[in-house]
Each structure stands twice: as structure tokens, then as C-alpha cells.
Nanobody, 115 residues
């Protein structure tokens, strides 16, 4: 599975941004899709993940502000981020766990939230 993410950028605190990720290269459907992030000097952490059935799970720090969604027919996952905070600044990585095969990671997209 190959993942192509897009949508990062620079936004002011309180603003909104949407990340998108498209999966390709697999004949098998994908179980989990989601987003992780890594801030400078910190470990990569889960932001949000969603099952093939549409059940989401969020990190406590983003719950109520971020919304994850996916389109199984198109093998895409999106992350709508609202009420952004400077502490959301990080490189965001798309993630996919196919039913068959290895986990996959996208190339990372930078989000910078200015105060």
C-alpha cells in the first residue's frame, strides 16, 4: 500500500485545516486508516484512527476539535481539524493497516499553527 497525503500548511491559532490521504497499490481492503503526528523532539503519537466500519478513535488532546472520516470505495481518509492550537504543530503522517500485508505510512505533511 502506498499513501499520499496532502493538505498541510500554516494556519493561525483558532483556524481550521483539512488533511487528506489516498491509498493505492493494494488489491486488499484496508482495516484501519488514520493519522499520527510527530512534533520536534517528541515521539510519534496517535491523533485519530478509524475502522473500516467507520468507528473513530481520537487522542484526548484532539477530541472535540478533530474529525476523521474515510471513503472505503476510494480508499481515502481525511482529518478535519478545527480550533487549532500551537501545540498541534507537527508533521502529520497518514497510516493504513490493510487486512493483508504490512502497515503503511505516508510521507508526512507539515502543519504549523501560529499563535
Amino acid at each position: 500500500v502506498q499513501l499520499q497525503a496532502s493538505g498541510g500548511g500554516l494556519v493561525q491559532a483558532g483556524g481550521s485545516l483539512r488533511l487528506s490521504c489516498a491509498a493505492s497499490g493494494s488489491d486488499f481492503s484496508i482495516n484501519l486508516m488514520g493519522w499520527y503526528r510527530q512534533a520536534p523532539g517528541k515521539q510519534r503519537e496517535l491523533v485519530a484512527i478509524i475502522t473500516s466500519g467507520g468507528s473513530p478513535n481520537y487522542a484526548g488532546s484532539v477530541k472535540g476539535r478533530f474529525t476523521i472520516s474515510r471513503d472505503n470505495a476510494k480508499n481515502t481518509v481525511s482529518l478535519q481539524m478545527n480550533s487549532l492550537k500551537p501545540e498541534d504543530t507537527a508533521v502529520y503522517y497518514c497510516y493504513a493497516d490493510p487486512w493483508v500485508g504490512n502497515d503503511a505510512w505516508g510521507q508526512g505533511t507539515q502543519l504549523t499553527v501560529s499563535s
